[in-house]
């Protein structure tokens, strides 16, 4: 078990910003990563985090959006600049592992563990 607790959400204007973390117990050789579900749509990727430091990121946050670990690596972040009404979703932590240095991917369907969420909302 990986517990996963985020925070960190809340509600913005369109173009405003948000840091989500996530503190993730125990284990130091699993991969992060943050997803999002909007009501009625599938849940996606937004950003991963190799254990090499390795980003990937969906193509609707490229530039906007920044994940990163803390010094210890079990406190993961999200910095959301420019949010966008299509930003709205629960936000999600998520970890998988063990897993390779280099290996970082958005499939939600390969992540283990998963935090309760916390919900993003961005008006316009």
């Known amino acids: 078990q990986v517990p996963l607790v985020e925070s960190g959400g809340g509600s913005v204007q369109s173009g405003g910003s948000l840091r989500l973390s996530c503190t993730a117990s125990?284990?130091?050789?699993?991969?992060l990563g943050w997803f999002r579900q909007a009501p009625g749509k599938e849940r996606e990727g937004v950003a991963a985090?190799?254990?090499?430091?390795?980003?990937v990121y969906a193509d609707s946050v490229k530039g906007r959006f920044t994940i990163s670990q803390g010094y210890a690596k079990n406190t993961l972040y999200l910095q959301m600049n420019s949010l966008k009404p299509e930003d709205t979703a629960m936000y999600y932590c998520?970890?998988?592992?063990?897993?390779?240095?280099?290996?970082?991917?958005?499939?939600?369907?390969?992540?283990?563990?998963w935090g309760q969420g916390t919900q993003v909302t961005v008006s316009s």
């Open positions: 125990g284990q130091n050789d699993y991969c």
């Open positions: 985090i190799s254990r090499g430091g390795t980003t």
């Open positions: 998520a970890a998988r592992g063990p897993c390779s240095y280099y290996s970082v991917t958005l499939r939600p369907d390969v992540y283990d563990y």
